[in-house]
């Protein structure tokens, strides 16, 4: 099993969505049950709220399901259990990795690192902006989720 994290600020906007977008991602591979996929926040400012209701239309609009999505803050046990720890920016990388143990440092990464078309971009929040931004985020998040796709198919390889 492969276990994969998103992870932003507040877990109401980019992680979920991104947990929204690669879940069907994988869906569609055929691979949901050899992959785990979840979200969470730096900061506990939203757990325990659904996702942003215009990030849920956005993705909604595109086919992807954030019902039933609720934020939760990263807990100290998540650097043990997940492969894959993937900051939306690179504040929220180094909050990761400030946290993260040092044996799981190299698990938490930027995931437009895994994007052909924004690589090392970080994916902005559109909290405070308009639909517009929602859907930006979506365009990013589903480039990202091929490459990461790409890696975990190649790491499941004989």
């Keep these: 099993m492969i276990r994969v994290l998103f992870v932003c600020l507040g877990n109401i906007c980019r992680s979920p969505s991104a947990e929204a977008v690669f879940r069907q991602h994988v869906r569609e591979a055929g691979l949901l049950e050899m992959v785990h996929i979840d979200s969470a926040g730096t900061s506990d400012y939203h757990a325990g709220f659904p996702a942003d209701e215009r990030a849920r239309m956005a993705a909604q609009r595109r086919g992807y399901d954030m019902s039933g999505l609720v934020a939760r803050q990263v807990r100290d046990d998540d650097f043990q259990i997940f492969n894959y720890l993937l900051a939306m920016d690179r504040a929220n990388l180094r909050d ?8 799981h440092t190299p ?21 405070y902006g308009g639909d517009r931004g929602f859907e930006r985020v979506l365009d ?5 989720s091929r490459g990461l796709l790409a890696e975990i198919r190649g790491r499941s390889r004989p």
């Design 96 to 103: 990761l990795q400030r946290r993260a143990p040092r044996e």
């Design 140 to 144: 990013m998040l589903e480039d990202g």
């Design 107 to 127: 698990k938490v990464r930027l995931f437009m690192d895994f994007s052909a078309a924004f690589p090392g971009v970080e994916v902005p929040d559109p909290y």
